[in-house]
């Protein structure tokens, strides 16, 4: 806030976003400039069969590294209807999603979006899902959290730099408004799902810090303004993020899709910015080579596209660090679970103020659930715990400063499965 106590320009519109509906979308459009989106094509058939193809629609950074879109939300919906999907719920899904796109340019200025279902959702249909697609229920993942699991059965992430954006895309997806962006709606979701949960959220320089108004930032705003995310540092090095190929189902009916996590976290920065040193900090996310070598410069831009892991050793050396410099880093704990040296998940994770609490949306995406299930004990470093003197959570990369309130797990299929599919399509 300013000495008016008047909300930021940016302050407002990610306020928005977390409220949501008419009044919001319109308090925001009113407010900061109108954006000049430009429309999607009428003929969708250049719109690409993965949903979760992102990566070229995206900008990025100095160093060539994806920059996600700035705000976010995350709709959790049930399918309203009794059993089975019907067939004319399907061509109303359908058309629904397809009314978004013709009403958006598929760029990160524009509107990106995903729909997945989870495992409660496959559960109506009398068939399995096929082998090829690994969708477990949501549970534990760690030996000291306790999540509610997420089942609700479908997910849809809508993304977009402008927050009137994907306000504007959710009022009319869901049937409360008629049009978007100018662009009539075929149809609507209101009839074929009910609403459930809404989470929202934001990522990129300066929101963090426009929004430490919450619990779980200590009281001192010590949020860089540079920053894209609440704990002062960047993430998504090209380096360490999997390719849009490696997390992608590549056999059996759902071939072009692949599966989404999203975790609910919450985050407790009083100790992380009130009695750590930067240097702690730094060899905390990072690595403690990279505290003892100065080797980020505020939230890291200065590392290029890598996170300067195997380049150091840091992964292979985790538990010697444990043992010998008292602390072991969150990056170089995750980065045990690459393959042949690359990342198996690919990290489209938010920031958030739901619920007036400091937070993060883990959101991931990875060819199998078992994938992420790895990454995530790689990066509880229980092994590591045991063979030194680090706690489970104390000095243990991150873990201390957050906790795992949800988890759900969700398939996200191929574009032309996206509405309500069957658990076997032919
Ligand atoms: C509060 C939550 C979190 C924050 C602020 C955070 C932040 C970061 C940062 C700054 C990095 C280093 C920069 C980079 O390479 O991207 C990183 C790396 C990474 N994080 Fe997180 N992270 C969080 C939670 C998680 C969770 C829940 C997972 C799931 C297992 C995860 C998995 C990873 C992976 C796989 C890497 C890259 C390792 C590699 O280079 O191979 N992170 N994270």
């Known amino acids: 806030m300013d000495d008016t106590g008047r909300l930021s320009r940016r302050q407002f519109a990610k306020a928005a976003v977390a409220i949501g509906g008419a009044s919001a979308l319109s308090a925001c459009l009113s407010r900061s400039d109108s954006p000049d989106v430009p429309a999607g094509p009428e003929d969708l058939s250049s719109v690409p ?7 070229d629609a995206l900008a990025t950074d100095d160093h060539g590294n994806d920059r996600p879109p700035r705000h976010h939300v995350l709709l959790l919906l049930d399918y309203a209807g009794d ?18 796109e013709r009403a958006y340019a598929r760029r990160h200025d524009g509107l990106l979006f995903t729909v997945g279902y989870s495992p409660s959702y496959f559960e109506r249909f009398d068939a399995d899902l096929p082998e090829s697609v690994d969708l477990p229920e949501p ?8 999540p509610e699991p997420d089942t609700r059965d479908a997910a849809v992430h809508l993304a977009s730099d402008h927050p009137s954006v994907v306000l504007a895309a959710e009022e009319a997806l869901v049937g409360e408004a008629s049009s978007a962006n100018g662009v009539e709606m075929a149809a609507d979701l209101s009839g074929v799902f009910d609403r459930g949960d809404r989470r ?8 963090p810090a426009d929004n430490q108004d919450v619990r779980g930032v200590p009281d001192s705003e010590p949020v860089p303004e540079d920053s894209p995310l609440y704990m002062g540092f960047k993430s998504g090095f090209e380096k360490s993020q999997a390719s849009e190929d490696r997390v992608t189902i590549e056999s059996g009916p759902f071939a072009g899709g692949t599966t989404m996590h999203a975790s609910r976290i919450r985050l407790q920065l009083q100790q992380w910015y009130e009695q750590d040193s930067r ?3 730094v060899g905390k ?15 890291g831009d200065n590392l290029g596209t890598s996170a300067g892991m195997d380049e150091r050793g840091c992964p292979a050396h985790a538990t010697d660090h444990a043992r010998e410099k008292g602390m072991v880093g969150h990056s170089q704990k995750s980065a045990r679970a690459r393959e042949d040296g690359d990342p198996i998940i690919l990290r489209r994770d938010f920031d958030s103020t739901d619920d007036d609490e400091a937070g993060l949306h883990f959101v991931s995406l990875h060819r199998s659930i078992a994938d992420f299930v790895d990454t995530r004990e790689a990066m509880n470093g229980t092994d590591i715990a045991d063979e030194s003197a680090v706690g489970q959570k104390n000095n243990n990369g991150i873990l201390q400063y957050m906790e795992v ?10 574009r032309q499965l996206r509405a309500l599919p069957p658990a076997r399509p032919a």
């Open 49 to 55: 069969a993965r949903q979760h193809a992102w990566s």
């Open 83 to 100: 059993g089975q999907p019907t067939d004319a719920d399907r061509e109303t899904a359908a058309s629904a999603f397809e009314s978004l």
């Open 139 to 146: 549970g534990p993942l760690a030996p000291f959290e306790d």
């Open 200 to 207: 929202t959220g934001f990522v990129g320089d300066g929101l």
């Open 279 to 281: 240097d702690q900090r």
């Open 285 to 299: 996310m990072f690595c403690p080579v990279h505290a003892e070598e100065g080797l980020v410069e505020g939230p």
């Open 405 to 414: 309130l949800r988890r759900g797990n969700y398939l996200v299929p191929p």
